[in-house]
């Protein structure tokens, strides 16, 4: 069965703090790996497609990682307004059946 | 449209009775899907479409859950016999496929909660 896995559930750092958000997953027919944030009341919102393993991809303080197992979301001093709910979302090669993690619940203090 | 649009965006009925939840999706994506996200959970796979005809059910909770889509746009999400554990936020999105990779676009979701 497929499985995804978000650690850590919650995390709190003050502005300027960096850390790493981890996404591991057992998915058949991986094709490539979603990160997706979600704010209070919305929907999710498409941040990176990852493929293979040793990508990265980069847009302002965030910085997405895939290895064969798992995905790491760094956060380079983050500011309060990164504060959000962030989703992994490994896909399969060929079908439509994108599996959502719980997601890691980030607070970012100013 | 410029987005997927949901409505209603909020929803209370009584145990019991039957819900329409309605989804809009961005013009030419022709896949589009149902997600139920429970307070503090993950996003639950509830039915895929491509066009109008639906490949994969098989996150349907129960046969009080059914979908359709019409035209290969409008979906409508029918809950009947409600029940408190249907209480959610249901999400619903869209893609086109066009790039190979399946980024799906979310709707802002419509809240359910059954007294």
């Known amino acids: 069965e497929d499985q995804v896995t978000q650690s850590p559930e919650a995390l709190r750092l003050q502005e300027g703090e960096s850390s790493s958000l981890n996404c591991s997953y057992t998915?058949?027919?991986?094709?490539?790996l979603f990160w997706y944030r979600q704010d209070p009341g919305k929907g999710p919102e498409f941040l990176f497609t990852?493929?293979?393993a040793g990508e990265e991809k980069e847009k302002e303080r965030l910085k997405a990682t895939l290895t064969k197992k798992e995905s790491f979301l760094h956060i380079t001093a983050p500011k309060p307004e990164d504060s959000a709910t962030y989703l992994c979302?490994?896909?399969?090669?060929?079908?439509?059946?994108?599996?959502f993690g719980a997601g890691t619940r980030l607070f970012v203090k100013a | 449209g410029a987005g997927v649009s949901q409505s209603p965006s909020n929803k209370v009925t009584e145990k019991g009775k039957d819900v329409e939840l309605r989804c809009d999706p961005i013009?030419?994506?022709?896949?589009l899907y149902w997600y139920r996200q429970s307070l503090g959970q993950g996003l639950e796979f509830l039915i895929y479409f491509q066009g109008n005809s639906a490949p994969d059910k098989s996150g349907l909770p129960s046969d009080r859950f059914s979908a359709e889509r019409t035209g290969g746009s409008v979906s409508t999400l029918t809950i009947q016999r409600t029940q408190q554990e249907d209480s959610a936020v249901y999400l619903c999105a869209s893609s086109s496929m066009s790039s190979g990779a399946n980024v799906l676009t979310f709707g802002a979701g419509s809240r359910l909660t059954v007294l």
């Open positions: 998915v058949s027919g991986l094709r490539g």
């Open positions: 979302a490994p896909f399969p090669a060929g079908g439509f059946k994108t599996i």
């Open positions: 013009s030419g994506h022709t896949a």
């Open positions: 990852l493929y293979s």
